[in-house]
């Protein structure tokens, strides 16, 4: 199992332009949470998946949205790119199953750069 | 508010002293606390969590309600223990929960 993976690696945008991110959660997990993580800071949750919908969001304007298919796999999209929406986009999946929170594993992330 | 502060964004340590990487939090009612850690070249990963009380490559970490303060200690600092911790709070509840983040203190063991 490759644990959970991310595409790409690395985008550069211009200011205006869209941007679609791509995740393939654990095998056997059903969860994908999305954050966002600045230089010199921690992660920042953006908002969760599960079931093909949304079911927690973080605070985010509404420029960034998400999608999950049949097979658990996560994108997000972000509009209208700000110079301040460079950042690592980390993406995590986890199990629905069980009594407490689940353990959540981490993407290695896509770095992303507004010009 | 939820809120997580990591006071330290660097600390520096030589091998074989004790560490402590400091945490403190602010959450309406019972959090779950966690310590993730990144090393050099790695993805993020959970070094440890409160509910499961266990000692993870040496490191505990013991939930102070009073204080509201879960701090990360390790005795015996190692060189391989060098690496960004980030320590992090989530509510309680069936499945993952949102994780709230410190900024992350930078651990640097010397030789």
């Known amino acids: 199992d490759a644990g959970v993976t991310q595409s790409p690696t690395h985008l550069i945008k211009t200011r205006g332009q869209q941007v679609t991110l791509r995740c393939s959660p654990k095998s056997g997990h059903d969860t994908v949470s999305w954050y966002q993580q600045a230089l010199g800071q921690g992660p920042q949750f953006i908002f969760q998946y599960y079931e093909e919908e949304e079911r927690q969001r973080g605070n985010f304007p509404d420029r960034f949205s998400g999608h999950q298919f049949p097979n658990y796999s996560s994108e997000l999209n972000v509009n209208a790119l700000l110079l301040g929406d460079s950042a690592l986009y980390l993406c995590?999946?986890?199990?629905?199953?069980?009594?407490?929170?689940?353990?959540?594993?981490f993407g290695p992330g896509t770095r992303l750069l507004v010009l | 508010a939820q809120r997580v502060t990591q006071p330290e964004k660097l600390l520096s340590v030589f091998k074989g002293a004790p560490v402590e990487l400091k945490c403190n939090y602010s959450?309406?009612?019972?959090?779950?606390l966690f310590w993730y850690v990144q090393y050099s070249r790695q993805r993020l990963q959970l070094l440890l969590r409160?509910?499961s009380r266990e000692s993870i490559k040496g490191f505990t970490a013991d939930l102070n309600k009073g204080e509201t303060s879960f701090h990360l200690k390790k005795p015996f600092a190692q060189e391989e223990d060098s690496a960004m911790y980030y320590c992090?709070?989530?509510?309680?509840?069936?499945?993952?929960?949102?994780?709230?983040f410190g900024q992350g203190t930078r651990l640097t063991i010397n030789p």
């Open positions: 995590a999946s986890s199990s629905s199953g069980g009594a407490y929170q689940e353990t959540q594993y």
């Open positions: 959450y309406s009612g019972s959090p779950e």
């Open positions: 409160h509910i």
């Open positions: 992090a709070l989530s509510g309680l509840g069936q499945g993952a929960q949102k994780l709230v």
